[in-house]
């Protein structure tokens, strides 16, 4: 039991863990500015700017890199788990979330009956910029904390 308490004192498991945070209070930031209004949904819904799977996954493989070398199997790995996360996000999501666009209007305009109230998740996915930018993120909190707290 006492190791799970010690994740808590492993940048490999905080910093991931902590630019997705970073990374979610930032989205339901830009959402609520956007709909000026606040989002409290927003802050826990995936898909939008900027990705927390990207931030996650990015921040993991840097912190990874930075602690055990850039040649480490673990980092190699990390990096291949980034490149799967990122493009599912993009490319799987992204094309869930077009078609969920496109069968909730169907359904507005063509109910299946009186009492039909079926709505599908239309942010699912990101763009290649929102992955970017949670990409980078994900870089800058792992570079932030590597610089500041492990090699002090």
């Not at 498991?13 to 990374?23: C, G, M, N, V």
């Not at 055990?68 to 291949?80: A, D, H, N, Q, V």
């Not at 992204?94 to 078609?99: D, F, G, H, S, Y």
């Not at 980078?136 to 932030?144: D, K, R, S, T």
């Given at each position: 039991?006492?190791?799970?308490?010690?994740?808590?004192?492993?940048?490999?498991?905080?910093?991931?863990?902590?630019?997705?945070?970073?990374?979610?209070g930032l989205k339901g930031v830009i959402r609520s500015i956007q709909e000026?209004?606040?989002l409290w949904r927003a802050f826990f819904e995936w898909g939008g700017m900027p990705s927390s799977h990207s931030a996650l996954v990015v921040s993991l493989s840097t912190i990874?890199?930075?602690?055990?070398?850039?040649?480490?199997?673990?980092?190699?790995?990390?990096?291949?788990f980034a490149a799967i996360v990122i493009a599912d996000a993009i490319g799987v999501r992204?094309?869930?979330?077009?078609?969920a666009k496109v069968i909730n209007k169907i359904l507005q305009k063509y109910p299946i009956n009186e009492k039909c109230d079926i709505i599908l998740k239309e942010s699912i996915g990101h763009t290649?910029?929102?992955a970017i930018i949670g990409g980078?993120?994900?870089?800058?909190?792992?570079?932030?904390y590597y610089v500041g707290v492990i090699n002090k």
């Open positions: 039991m006492l190791e799970i308490f010690q994740l808590s004192k492993n940048p490999i498991f905080t910093i991931p863990l902590i630019s997705a945070i970073i990374t979610q000026k209004k606040l990874l890199g930075l602690k055990e070398g850039f040649s480490s199997p673990l980092f190699i790995l990390s990096l291949f992204l094309a869930t979330e077009e078609q290649p910029f929102e980078i993120l994900g870089f800058i909190v792992a570079l932030i």
